[in-house]
């Protein structure tokens, strides 16, 4: 059984793929090394990345192993805070919200989805607030956890780094218990390599709840 599935989505711009300035190759060697089972996908536009979305929705688990799936989005972040930069594009945050939601909708999946947004101003994300709208009108809901950096400037290489420590850590954390994932992200705070924070689903309260290991 593997620990987990990690789908890394990434979209650098032409100079930085022909430079080979990226997470996505490293990453995915990485969390095969962790023992996941990963694959990259290049996406060039926003529509290319829907139909990945799609794609990754077809997801059929015949075994029910409820090994959590990481969707990892590599991608630059909007200034303004808008969305996310795919290509010469830009997809808005109730946009995403609507491709993650019919992805997750169609997925036959046990085991707790987990979203990356590995991006600069990431951290200002919106959304977890919409996919609270549509959770708060009877719609699916899903993921569990929307992790990011707790910080507005990433650089890529500081990304490898990070995310290389959080797929090992990720080894030995069980989803479902919060408390050791506030656990994990402590440690990896006090390493001084990965300062990031998450966004939890509370079913009770039908919301997000954020946690940085910083306090704030």
Request: proline share 3%; charged share 25%; with cysteine.
């Amino acid at each position: 059984m593997a620990r987990g599935r990690v789908f890394i989505l990434e979209s650098p711009n032409p100079l930085e793929l022909v430079a080979n300035l990226g997470e996505r190759l490293t990453l995915e060697q990485v969390c095969r090394v962790m023992g996941y089972e990963g694959f990259t996908f290049l996406v060039r536009d926003v529509s290319e990345f829907c139909q990945t979305c799609g794609y990754i929705g077809s997801t059929c688990e015949h075994k029910k192993e409820h090994a959590p799936l990481f969707l990892h989005l590599s991608f630059h972040g909007d200034e303004g805070g808008a969305g996310i930069c795919i290509g010469n594009g830009l997809i808005k945050w109730s946009e995403l919200a609507d491709t993650i939601e019919r992805m997750c909708r169609r997925m036959d999946y046990s085991g707790p989805i987990i979203l990356i947004i590995s991006a600069c101003a990431g951290n200002r994300q919106r959304l977890t607030a919409e996919l609270q709208k549509r959770a708060r009108s009877g719609q699916f809901m899903r993921p569990e956890f929307v992790f990011v950096f707790a910080h507005d400037e990433v650089d890529w290489r500081d990304a490898v780094v990070t995310w290389t420590v959080f797929y090992r850590n990720t080894t030995q954390v069980d989803f479902a218990n919060k408390a050791r994932v506030m656990t994990m992200l402590k440690r990896l705070h006090g390493s001084r390599l990965a300062h990031l924070k998450y966004f939890r689903w509370d079913r009770s309260k039908r919301k997000y709840i954020s946690y940085n290991p910083a306090g704030s």
